[in-house]
Each structure stands twice: as C-alpha cells, then as structure tokens.
C-alpha cells in the first residue's frame, strides 16, 4: 500500500476533501514542524545572540544549530555563508541593494531571464535605475528552454550580474544555471539564484552549481512562514555593506560612526526569527528523512498523470513543455474561451485549490502571448485520485459556465 503522507499534515488530516494543489505558492506543514516552534517558544524562548543566561544560550544554540542545517543542505562551504531573512523577496532585495548599488555603475548590464519572478526582477529594475546599468532579457523558448546563442549573446563582456531563477514558477522547467553560471564567470560576472522552487523539491548543491548567491523561502519547502535563507560566497558577503542597521548587526558603536559584525549578523539586525528557524531545521530535516529521490518520483508520477488528462481536453492548453519530467511538479494551463480566476472558482466549488493569475511572472506570460493562467502543482503528499479529481474538475469547466460541452 502506498505510503499515506498525508498523515503527517494536521491541516490535511483536518479536512479530507481537501485538494490542495497551490503547493507552488506555499506548501503545507508537518506536525514536526508546528511542534518544533512550538517546542522553541515552551522550552527555549529568549532572545538568542545576546545573553549569557541558560535560556538565552539554549536559543542561540538553537538557532545557530539551524544555521548549521542549512549549510549541510544545500552543501555551502561554512554557515557563516547562510543568512536568515523573511523570506525569498528579502534576501533579493539584500542582495540586490546591498551588492548590485554597491558594485554596478552605468554601461553595465545585468541579464536577467524572461520567467523571473517579479521578485527576481523588480530589484534589478531598481538598481538598474539608481546606477545606470541596463537590463538585459534572455528569452527563452516556448518550452522553457534557452538557445546557446540566447545565452552567448545575453552573458557577455557586458555583463556584471546574472539573475537566474532555478527552476520557473510558470513552466517548471530546470534551467541550466551551472552552464550560465559559467558562462557568467567567464565575464566577470556574479550569478544570483532564486531557488524558491527547487530547493524544495531537488537536492540543490551551490558549490557544484557555483552561483555566487541562492534565495530561498522557508514555507515552499514545508516550514514555517517568516523565514528565509540568503546564501553568499563569504568573500562577497565581506565586501557588501548592511542591508538594515540597528541591533546586534554591530560590533561597537560611537557617536559618529560604527563597527559592523562579521557575517553573517551583519545582515541579521534586530530580533530574530529563532522559532521560524527552528521550524525550518525540522523542515529539513522532515525531507532528508523521506530523499529526495522518493519525493521526486512522487512528484514526477503526480505531474504526468495529470498531463496526461488535460491532454484529451481539446480546449485546454498547458504552457510550456509537453514533457512532464520538464515541469518540476508544475502544471500552468489556460482553458479558451475561460479567465483563470472563473477556473479557479469552479475548482474551488469542487473542494480544489490552485493558483490564477500572472503569477508575478507578467513578463513572461505577455512574451507567451497569454495575460493570465491557472497553475495547479504538486507535493509529495498529493494523491493520485486527488490528481483525477482536479482534472475531472478541469474537464467540466466550459460546460458549467455555459459552453454547453
């Protein structure tokens, strides 16, 4: 019998007729992951990095212990490279105002890919604007994937940074992030990765993909909302000054001038979120133990059978490959003649929930010629009769607003 992961997840357990398929957005907690906030907030609630009582210390080592989980996982060379923010838009706005205004000036240019998140690309427009630089777009096919003339002529002597999303909230596809991150060095360039949507769901190793900087989010990848992860090569993270000032972030302060801490707490000012890193490091944990491997097979068998079903529907058209293993677990479609947000309303009144909209990707659906899509995607802990379920929901949704088939 197939394991029942669902069984793991109060909110799933709670209510049964559920078919939650906006795992792109956010994905749902463990009981593991709820005990240990609240484990941290019963049993080690201080505030961490500033005394010198036992319950002080036992927070601080919390939460550098939860520093120490994140390296391991995504395989940095020490934890001094691992910040804590709120979130993924956090830690690209760190990076893109603390290094891009720091370190880009007018005549260079930051490419930058069509499907980015606008996440990914709203700081760059900004610094863009504040230093002179240009933006510069790699496009990519209606497939996901990029030419190697899009990319030898995108990454050039020109460029100064690469802003690449992992894996595309839209398409799903994997982009080639070590090959453009070559190509990025060859040019004296640093490459900035969203990893919102791979790092939940594939082993993610920064020193073999050697990007320079990887955002994250913790509540993709089953923890807690509040806190997320900014890794940098230490020798960047050196040279780059604070994001936010206040406490803690401080070696000495005088009246004139200041002395900033060593990284990583030169980024991490003020009270920190040692429950949500808590939580995370349960998260992470909660995946190491099921592999990767599992979860992706899962979530590769979860995808094709729905491809599968929208296939035979006429009307229905899913953007970008036809291949499900090119979707990471992420299925954006439109249905002619329907606007999303009514599609997912008709899901909704069947018990479904997915995603309609742009999804923050406005560029990249404009350059495939549609405004708006519906966005179901998958977890591990989805089933496939929920699958069957959405994708006979999907199947009556022109006859219910009045196609008449």
Known sequence: MENDYRKDFPLLKANKDLVYIDNAA??????CVIQAEKKFYEEENANPLR?????????????????ETVKDFIHAKTADEIVFTRNTTESLNLTAYSYGLSHLKEGDE?????????????????????????????????DGTFSPE?????????????????VSNVLGCVNPVKEMASLAHQAGAVVVMDGAQSVPHMPVDVQDLD?????????????????????????????MPPFLT?????????????????????FEAGTVNAAGAAGLQAA???????????????????????????????YVKVLGSPDPKNHTGIVAFV???????????????????????????????????????TRASFMFYNTPEEVDQFVESTASVRRRMGYGE
């Open 150 to 166: 899009v990319l030898k002529q995108g990454i050039n002597e020109h460029t100064k940074l690469l802003a690449v999303t992992h």
């Open 211 to 239: 990007v320079d900087f990887l955002a994250f989010s913790g509540h993709k990848l089953m923890g807690p909302m509040g806190i997320g992860v900014l890794y940098g090569k230490k020798e960047l993270l050196q040279e």
């Open 110 to 142: 930051i490419a930058v890919t069509i499907m980015e998140h606008h996440s990914n690309l709203l700081p760059w427009q900004i610094v863009a604007r504040q230093t002179g630089a240009s933006l510069r777009f790699l496009e990519c096919e209606p």
């Open 335 to 373: 249905i002619e003649g329907v606007h999303p947000h009514d599609v997912s309303e008709v899901l909704a009144a069947d018990g479904i929930a997915v995603r309609a909209g742009h999804h923050c990707a406005q560029p990249l659906l404009e350059y495939l010629g549609v405004r708006n899509a």
């Open 26 to 31: 956010t994905a749902q907690r463990p009981e």
């Open 51 to 67: 005394g010198f009582y036992p319950l002080s210390l036992a927070a601080t080592d919390r939460y550098q212990g939860a520093r």
């Open 246 to 266: 206040g406490g803690e972030m401080i070696s000495s302060v005088s009246r004139e001038s200041a002395v900033f801490a060593q990284v990583p707490q030169k």
């Open 284 to 314: 992470i944990s909660y995946i190491q133990r099921l592999g990767f491997e599992t979860i992706m097979k899962k979530e590769q068998e979860l995808t094709a059978r729905a491809m599968e079903g929208l296939a035979k529907l006429p």
